[in-house]
């Protein structure tokens, strides 16, 4: 999770919304928030080729066009 939201924060975005369902959650996401660093290119380029493989079993959400 971490790394996914180092990700998400690298996107130059004001807001993140990350969902959490118990306290314990919450205490790891906000850990991972205050060790963020933003990511380097290279760094984001080579996250999106390792979940490449695994994109569409997590496009559910997406209206098909």
């Known amino acids: 999770p971490e790394e996914a939201i180092g990700y998400a924060l690298s ?3 004001s807001t993140a ?3 959490c369902y ?5 205490e790891q996401n906000v ?3 205050s ?3 933003p ?3 290279q760094q984001l380029s080579e996250l999106e080729d390792r979940v490449r493989p695994f994109a ?3 496009t559910s959400f997406k209206r098909e066009t």
């Open 31 to 33: 850990a991972a928030v």
């Open 35 to 37: 060790r963020y660093r």
């Open 39 to 41: 990511f380097s290119p």
């Open 56 to 58: 569409r079993q997590y």
């Open 17 to 19: 919304i990350i969902g």
């Open 11 to 13: 996107q130059r975005v």
């Open 22 to 26: 118990t306290p314990e959650e919450v």
